[in-house]
């Protein structure tokens, strides 16, 4: 159980640190309630979950190196900057990946449905417009005040 709690602590601190992580914790978010409103496919709910789970996974690692690295030295280094660079480099090449997959299932998953749905809906009704902007300004205020020093 300690192994656990030490796990969720790392997650904790991750997400209160890390305002990259909370950016791509915010997305994955609304990635998710698109599949809920869309009615994936169980295959389509697999791959958004592991895309998901691998963003964030590799976001909170990435999270790790910097710390780390900043801890060795907080004087410019060119193998501790390349390290870096090489982290967030990876999470940006499996978030652009995860991104493609979603914009495939949008267009071509369930013979087009997804996105017949998507644009017969928004074209029709304001509330979507709205649960997207007043999500997104919630998901803005989340990911920019935690974490702040106050002074």
Request: glycine residues 6%; charged residues 15%.
């Amino acid at each position: 159980m300690k192994r656990y709690r030490c796990a969720f602590a790392g997650i904790v601190l991750a997400v209160k640190t890390s305002r990259s992580l909370r950016i791509q914790l915010a997305a994955a978010v609304h990635v998710l309630l698109f599949g809920f409103w869309q009615g994936l496919s169980a295959a389509d709910w697999a791959i958004e979950l592991l895309c998901c789970a691998a963003v964030l996974s590799l976001e909170t690692v990435n999270s790790a190196i910097e710390r780390l690295a900043d801890r060795v030295t907080r004087a410019q280094d060119r193998d501790i900057g390349a390290v870096k660079d090489m982290a967030a480099g990876a999470v940006l090449t499996v978030a652009l990946f995860s991104a493609a997959v979603w914009v495939t299932i949008l267009f071509a998953g369930a013979d087009g449905r997804y996105r017949a749905a998507l644009l017969g809906l928004l074209g029709r009704h304001v509330w979507p417009w709205l649960v997207l902007v007043f999500t997104a300004a919630l998901s803005a205020v989340w990911i920019y005040s935690i974490g702040r020093k106050k002074s």
